[in-house]
Every structure is written in C-alpha cells, then in structure tokens.
T-cell receptor
Framework: AQKITQTQPGMFVQEKEAVTLDCTYD???????LFWYKQPSSGEMIFLIY??????QNATEGRYSLNFQKARKSANLVISASQLGDSAMYFC??????????????FGKGTKLSVIP | KAGVTQTPRYLIKTRGQQVTLSCSPI?????VSWYQQTPGQGLQFLFE???????NKGNFPGRFSGRQFSNSRSEMNVSTLELGDSALYLC?????????????FGEGSWLTVV
C-alpha cells in the first residue's frame, strides 16, 4: 500500500491565483514529519515547507502553507498568488523513524503544476 | 550558507562499469542520505549515514554501496552498472537524526548507462 498518495498527476493554475496540491499519507507511527518539495526540470529538490505530527498550528513559509488535517491524514500544500516560476513537479514526503535513530523519506509520485500567464 | 553539493552533475557510463558519486552536506549537518529517482519507480531511498556509520539501507542490491567520511562528506558507489541504473541520484543532508525540519537536497547527479 502506498504510504504517500498524490492524486493529481497534473494541474493548471492561472497566474496570481491560489492552488491546492493534495497529499494523503498512511502511518501508524505517532511521530512523523511531512515535507513538501519543488523539483524544477533541472532536477534539484527544493525544500518548501515542513509539518511535524505534533505541531498544533499549520505551517506557513511565505506563499506556501500546509493544510494539515491529522485525523484525515491529509497534508495539502497551498500556494497563494501563483507565479510563472512555480511551474514544476511538487512532491509530498513523509519522514519515518527506523531503527538506530535513523530515518528515511517516503515520497509520493508527485504533481506537475503548470502556471498559465 | 552553501547548500548541498553533488558532483558530478552529469555522467555517462557503459554497462559493467562502476561509478562513484560525491555529496558534500551543508556545514554542520551530520546525516547524509541518498535517493534514486527514475520515471518508473519514482524516488526511492538508498541509504542513510550518520557520523560515518550506515544506519539504514533501502531495498537495493549489494552493487549499491556508500560511505561517509569524518567531515560528513559522503560517496555512493554503483558497481557493475546496468541500464536500469540510469537515474537521477539525489543526496540529502540533515543536522542530526532528530532534527525537525531541515532536510535539504542537492541538485543531483544525472547518471546515464549505455
């Protein structure tokens, strides 16, 4: 079973409008972290925002906010005032702890966002 | 503040050869992990190193190996390359194993096996 599900393979948004990218996750671990990354065609994975499982408030970073609904296991990324430079792949990832204090990120399949002028 | 640096950025190898990729983490970051990204399989975890010790390994054959040096720089090696090893290899660095929100990636190394 997939641990991270991104149901939107591709999305279009008009420049200056807001857009929500969906992410649902599955874990039985009470301690986990959720990340969103942006990957332009160059390949670099750019960190956008983080939400810890115990954080009470939704995370915000500039134009990015994370709509965290713990009971629904949902961690949607909201981008406000879209810009042309926001066109890229967006990945949702979950950090889970494994033995010996290590961790690993599990990624969704990504959503390709295209911003239309 | 310098980010995560990966070298080389692009390389082409022949089947059967081996390849070594390098990753220099952000200064002060002691945890380095590696991921393989392919169109078919997406992003998959390879391994994680902390203070020169491999603490976790993903589901990859023994041809994939790595190490971490005392300065936290890490290398990964793939021996006996196969066509299916063609991928973007991404390195991530983190301050320590329990840091909350600082997992940063490098630009990646694009490997093509012909």
């Amino acid at each position: 079973a997939q641990k991270i599900t991104q149901t939107q393979p591709g999305m279009f948004v008009q420049e200056k409008e807001a857009v929500t990218l969906d992410c649902t996750y599955d874990t039985s671990d009470p301690s986990y972290g959720l990340f969103w990354y942006k990957q332009p065609s160059s390949g670099e994975m750019i960190f956008l925002i983080y939400q810890g499982s115990y954080d009470q408030q939704n995370a915000t970073e500039g134009r990015y906010s994370l709509n965290f609904q713990k009971a629904r296991k949902s961690a949607n990324l909201v981008i406000s005032a879209s810009q042309l430079g926001d066109s890229a792949m967006y990945f949702c990832a979950m950090r889970e702890w494994s033995g010996a204090g290590s961790y690993q990120l599990t990624f969704g399949k990504g959503t390709k966002l295209s911003v239309i002028p | 503040k310098a980010g995560v640096t990966q070298t080389p950025r692009y390389l082409i190898k022949t089947r059967g050869q081996q390849v070594t990729l390098s990753c220099s983490p952000i200064s002060g970051h002691r945890s380095v992990s590696w991921y393989q990204q392919t169109p078919g399989q997406g992003l998959q975890f390879l391994f994680e190193y902390f203070s020169e010790t491999q603490r976790n390994k993903g589901n990859f054959p023994g041809r994939f190996s790595g190490r971490q040096f005392s300065n936290s720089r890490s290398e990964m090696n793939v021996s006996t390359l196969e066509l299916g090893d063609s991928a973007l290899y991404l390195c991530a660095s983190s301050r320590d194993s329990h840091s909350g929100n600082t997992i940063y990636f490098g630009e990646g190394s694009w490997l093509t096996v012909v």
